[in-house]
């Protein structure tokens, strides 16, 4: 399996085992990241940094894919690829899930129970659907929420 | 190579071929990403909203790769993956470098110029060095800049 595959690779970190992919899409029409209009504004996007705080479970990739994975079908996108890195002696993990309508990335400190969330969707996702996913799999007792309304032309 | 098999995987797209990668580091101490204090602030890292208008070559990902990891390093950061989406028809591309110290992600709209940047660094990167890198890259006749502390704790 890949993730086997990636295991091996990465036992070898830093720099001689970096990864790249480059994917390119057959299917005609699969741009979901249209421009939209909202408040009389018209942009890209939206992108919620969300900051989460007495937060759990930081320390668990596959519990952390999983939930975002969630939130991302949540807020109605469509998943392409994730990519979750497991640091040690710390336990933190650094991934993104890559949507067609952007991304969500993660970096979490387990030992100040802090986790930085980004939620960047475009087209007809809803990024705010995203938000109970994350309360109920991390439990925070804080959340720090701001919004950017990326490449705004109106 | 790796890319030839996403490029095998991903012609289905789009979700019978999630792929998912989950990978630890066999390393002790290969976390970068500690807090910093900075002017008075003690926070988690420097996170740059980058939006470049007037942008060329926002549809090649071989290009965008090579910038973005030439970014990253410019900024004194370890690469750890990449993975970039090229879609069609309007030939934009999504896709992040995954970093030691967090992560530069893009999202172009070629049909408009128009390129959404994110560069979240920790540790002791300097995000700020990246942004001559894709000057270089993409020629924007305009930059617009977003700074967010996240993870502020003093």
């Known amino acids: 399996m890949n993730a086997l595959t990636q295991l091996g690779m990465v036992s070898d970190f830093p720099s001689e085992n970096q990864t790249t992919d480059i994917v ?19 942009y890209a ?15 668990d990739p596959e519990h952390i894919d999983a939930a975002l994975r969630e ?4 807020a109605g996108a469509t998943i392409l690829h994730s990519h979750f890195h497991h640091f040690s002696p710390n336990g933190g993990v650094s991934g993104v899930v890559i949507l067609a309508e952007s991304h969500i990335s993660i970096h979490t400190w387990p030992e100040r129970s ?20 994350l309360q109920e799999a991390f439990s925070p007792t804080d959340v720090r929420l701001d919004e950017q309304r990326r490449g705004r032309i109106a």
């Open 24 to 42: 390119s899409a057959a299917v005609e029409d699969d741009r979901k990241d249209y421009f939209v209009e909202r408040d009389g504004m018209r």
């Open 45 to 59: 996007g939206t992108h919620l940094l969300v900051d989460l705080w007495g937060a759990s479970r930081l320390d």
């Open 71 to 74: 939130a991302a079908l949540a």
């Open 114 to 133: 802090f986790a930085a969330v980004d939620i960047f969707m475009c087209g007809a996702c809803d990024p705010y659907l995203a938000i109970p996913v």
